[in-house]
């Protein structure tokens, strides 16, 4: 008996030692490796020469990860100096330059010649990125480049600011693709330029091609495990490739994309978006939009990779086995449009997901304009209904209701499209806005609530209407006489406006408003169209029952001056007729609902 209990004590404290010494395992495998790595000089061990120290851990779930910077190029950035340096704005005098210098690429030349090839950036990555490990053993990537008449310093700062800044191993080969330049700059001496760059060939085509068959065609070369697709205009900032890399070796049914930064097409100043990380949207004219992260997807690292439903289109990587089997790009598709919504319905309906990854940023320069010859309003509407027609579903139909044209456009032959589909088991699209995209009809519903006016809005004290003039961002409202009812008037007309659901006031009738919101800024300043951000802030205002347009963040109400017929902000005073306005329509049980704040 007595022997008994004493092998029951003798396990009993084995157990207890294993439960203290086994969860240690784990702290001790991390402690071991890192004290290993310390000791290996640069080279040895398979490690990238250049990294002088490398810090390997283990974690519980068995899989080494390291910390991917390289702090010595991070250091040499920091002592850099010069106009630009750091993506500080290019000091530029007045006379420096005209607008001579958009007129071929669209940006700034001038600047863009006059700043370093291999210029430093900020690191504004949220500060938990510098403390990311990243895999071991991340997959190698074909980077993949298609420009046209891209101007020679903007294209040489993008390909230096990928090899500066990304590990050599993981740069399976950087393919130029040229979608049939003719600029002697891109021809021998882009060629004898790039031959001090072991891993970049150039490949063009025989004639002119557009965004999508190009990088197809560069596709279609690339050896690369991953693909991952820059534009030609871009700046890789600290680190940005191996986040990327690091989420799809998780998941090799992943699309990726870093956070695209603005660099300012005038004086090149670097600079996160506003609003910063964001997930990809769409709006039912299918324009491209952000909405807020929702916090049901916030987790506690605001650092960390997160869900979007649609792709910006132009910076994102995916592995290459992935993006053949979902078909490429749909090759029905013309020039360019589209194609971000194709790709990003197919990859969540079709068994795959889509992050965009905080840690991994790269800049881009935004055009001013589009300085060569775009395709016509019916090649993008075609390419726009082809994706539709082939994804959407019953969800069509709100497109049509908004853009009628599209009805009866061609979308040429669906059929292999339909069939691809059919062979991956796509999902349906219902499937995709309630799983996927279940966020967007807050701000973007497919049938739009009623609004609380429109028409015409006439001022009480001159008779006088309010005109847009067809403006775009910063055109400032004037009056104007009040145009006649008659079949010139149509939803497009200037003096037709929607102060819709989102409290905001559009250029448009209910079904068809414009990008353009009312927008102000203060007291005295002048009421300016400015593109819609469905934000409320500048662009909020309340239709008072003195007929008053009152703007919530100046506290001021829409004044004008009959005699020069000026539109601005002023201190409100209710006897004033001057700030009286009369909308031609008005549905007063919205309304109230708007004045109550019931909507908001």
């Known amino acids: 008996m007595k022997r008994r209990q004493k092998r029951v004590l003798q396990m009993a404290f084995l157990f207890m030692v294993a439960l203290i010494f086994l969860p240690n395992v784990g702290l001790w495998s991390m402690y ?57 704005p290019y000091p530029l005098a007045e006379d420096e330059c005209d607008d001579s210098v958009y007129k071929e690429n669209g940006f700034n030349i001038y600047v863009s010649n006059n700043i370093a090839l291999d210029r430093s950036l900020p690191d504004i990555r949220h500060p938990n990125c510098k ?92 050896r690369g495990e991953v693909l991952t697709f820059l534009d030609s205009h871009c700046e890789a900032n600290i680190n940005w490739l191996p986040p990327l890399l690091n989420q799809i070796a998780q998941n090799p049914k992943t699309i990726v994309s870093p956070m695209i930064d603005v660099i300012d097409h005038n004086h090149f100043g670097y600079e996160a978006q506003a609003g910063d990380a964001m997930r990809g949207a769409f709006d039912w004219e299918m324009y491209y939009k952000r909405i807020p992260i929702p916090p049901e997807l916030q987790g506690p690292d605001p650092s960390d990779p997160y869900e979007s439903p649609v792709m910006a289109g132009g910076l994102f990587a995916v592995t290459r086995l992935w993006f053949w089997e979902l078909g490429g ?66 969800y069509t139909e709100y497109i049509y209701q908004r853009r009628p044209e599209y009805r009866h456009l061609s979308t040429g032959d669906l059929t292999a499209q339909k069939e691809l589909r059919k062979h991956l088991k796509c999902k349906d699209f219902k499937w995709y806005m309630n799983t996927v995209a279940w966020d967007l009809p807050k701000y973007y519903p497919p049938v739009e609530p009623p609004p609380a006016a429109w028409g ?54 209910p079904l068809h408003t414009r990008k353009f919101c009312f927008d102000a800024i203060s007291q005295n300043s002048p009421i300016t169209l400015y593109d819609c951000h469905g934000m409320k802030g500048n662009q909020h205002w309340s239709y008072r029952k003195d007929k008053s347009l009152y703007h919530l963040v100046s506290n001021g109400c829409m004044d004008c001056s009959p005699g020069d017929k000026r539109i601005f902000m002023n201190k409100c005073d209710p006897e004033s007729e001057t700030q009286q306005w009369i909308f031609q329509k008005v549905n007063t049980t919205v309304l109230d609902k708007f004045n109550s704040g019931a909507s908001s």
């Open 329 to 394: 790009y749909d090759t029905g598709l013309e020039i360019w449009g589209g194609e971000q919504f194709e790709i990003s319905f197919k990859v969540w309906m079709c068994g795959g997901s889509m992050y965009d990854v905080p840690c991994s940023r790269v800049g881009h320069i935004y055009r001013k304009y589009v300085p060569y010859k775009v395709p016509s309003g019916t090649s993008l509407a075609r390419n726009l209904k082809r994706v539709a027609e082939t994804w959407m579903d019953e």
């Open 456 to 509: 015409e809005i006439r001022n009480a004290a001159s008779g006088l209407c309010i005109d847009s003039k067809h403006g775009s961002t910063g055109t400032e409202l004037r009056l104007d006489t009040c145009l006649k009812e008659g079949a010139e008037r149509t939803w497009a007309h200037e003096q037709i406006f929607t102060f819709g659901w989102r409290e905001d006031i559009r250029p448009g009738d």
């Open 131 to 222: 403390q990311k490990l990243y895999l071991e053993n991340l997959p190698n990537t074909s980077i993949i480049i298609p420009f046209h008449n891209e101007g020679w310093s903007s294209l040489l700062r993008t390909i230096h600011s990928i090899t500066n800044r990304t590990p050599d191993h993981l740069i399976a080969e950087i393919i130029l693709v040229d979608d049939y330049s003719d600029k002697d700059h891109l021809k021998a001496h882009l060629e004898e330029y790039m031959s001090r760059f072991p891993k970049v060939r150039i490949v063009r085509t025989k004639k002119r091609e557009g965004l999508i068959r190009t990088r197809l065609l560069g596709a279609s070369v690339a």
């Open 32 to 88: 071991r490796d890192k004290s290993l790595m310390k000791s290996h000089e640069p080279g040895e061990q398979g490690f990238p020469l250049g990294l002088k120290e490398v810090h390997i851990y283990t974690w519980t779930d068995g899989l080494r990860r390291r910390d991917w910077h390289d702090n010595e190029s991070i250091r040499k950035d920091s002592q850099r100096v010069g106009k630009g340096e750091h993506g500080k």
